[in-house]
Nanobody
Framework: QVQLVESGGGLVQAGGSLRLSCAAS????????MGWFRQAPGKEREFVAA????????AYTDSVKGRFTMSRDNAQNTVYLQMNSLKPEDTAVYYC???????????????WGQGTQFTVSS
């Protein structure tokens, strides 16, 4: 099993940047595909990005391509989501997720963090 703890939320102005972190427990972190989802008020949870377990390549939803970058540090059991050029519509609770030997292209996590909120002000 893996436990996930997100951090880095807060308040940022439109156009600004923020980095979210997700620390994972467990000794087999490198075997997990990791991802980020978000849920805005009144909306369903949506996929944001995922990174495969076997390499460092990431996949992104169209609305964040070119603005968000996901990375992982297997030595630190941590994944990051660097968010630039933030927009008010990026406001949401962001959740970290994990799937054992999953794929960034068909990411179906079975482990979730508690979420971290951040707000982009206009």
């Amino acid at each position: 099993q893996v436990q996930l703890v997100e951090s880095g939320g807060g308040l940022v102005q439109a156009g600004g940047s923020l980095r979210l972190s997700c620390a994972a427990s467990g000794r087999t972190f490198s075997s997990y595909a990791m991802g980020w989802f978000r849920q805005a008020p009144g909306k369903e949870r949506e996929f944001v990005a995922a990174i495969g377990w076997s390499n460092g390549n990431a996949a992104y939803t169209d609305s964040v391509k070119g603005r968000f970058t996901m990375s992982r540090d297997n030595a630190q059991n941590t994944v990051y989501l660097q968010m630039n050029s933030l927009k008010p519509e990026d406001t949401a609770v962001y959740y970290c997720a994990a799937e054992y030997r999953g794929s960034r292209w068909s990411f179906n996590p079975n482990y979730w963090g508690q979420g971290t909120q951040f707000t982009v002000s206009s």
